[in-house]
Each structure stands twice: as C-alpha cells, then as structure tokens.
C-alpha cells in the first residue's frame, strides 16, 4: 500500500497471514480475516495493518466499485494504533489475475466517529496465495 497521509509518504509492503474477501449478495475485505474462539476476538497477525473493506453489490472483474471501510496501522507504522475511515472516492477492484483485489482508500478521516478529515490517497492491492 503506498500513498500519503497529511503530507506524510505512506509505503507498507507486507505479507500478512491471510485475508478475506467475499462476494455473495455484498462485498467485503477483512485482512487479517476475523477469528474468534469461545466468542473471543483472536488477532491472527497483530503487526499487520487491518483493513475491513465493504461494497454494495457484486462487482465484475476488472470493474471498480465505490467502497466504505476502515484501516489500522499497526505500532511502528507512521500512524501507530492509528484508525482510519474511508470514505467518499474509495473503490476496491476485482483482480482475476492474482485472485485478489485491488483498491482506493479516499475521503479519510481520522478517530471514533471518523470526523477529523485527513488529506491524502492510499492504493493498495491483495493477492490471494493458496
């Protein structure tokens, strides 16, 4: 994932235990993927950057599609423990070729209720990997 965030250069090359991407009725994106056990939240890959990613339909291959969602950096990142919203502008991708998707994070805005707007643009990608 590269970009900017505030001004600040974004740049996270990482390969993360797994990921979750779905298309049913709906679409979502969860890296690292939601584990529990005894209805207890597992975190599967704490230094990861999280990302939860959702759309409104099924989207073709190769279609972008508008998208919602959130990500965390993990500590060390250069927003440690750091939540952000994405918003207006995001789109995610499905890439057939690696099995994954690509996508657009925009509109974001930082905290709990996603109200301090940030500027900047992340792209990112995912493929998946049997």
């Known amino acids: 994932m590269q970009g900017t965030l505030d001004g600040q250069a974004v740049n996270v090359d990482q390969t993360p235990a797994s990921g979750e991407l779905t298309q049913v009725t709906t ?15 597992i975190d599967v890959d704490p230094g990861s950057v999280q990302i939860n990613l959702m759309w409104a339909s099924v989207v073709p291959d190769g279609s972008p599609a508008a998208a919602t969602g959130t990500i965390a950096f993990p500590a060390g990142d250069p927003y440690p423990k750091m939540s952000l919203c994405a918003g207006s502008g995001s789109t995610i991708t499905p890439n057939q070729q690696t099995g994954g998707l690509d996508f657009v994070l925009a509109g974001l805005t930082l905290g709990p209720a996603c109200t301090e707007v940030i500027a900047g643009e992340l792209h990112g990608c995912w493929a998946f990997s049997p």
Do not use: C, I, R, Y
Not at 27 to 41: E, I, K, Q, S, Y
């Open 27 to 41: 679409g979502t994106f969860v890296l690292p993927p939601h584990v529990t056990f005894n209805d207890a939240a």
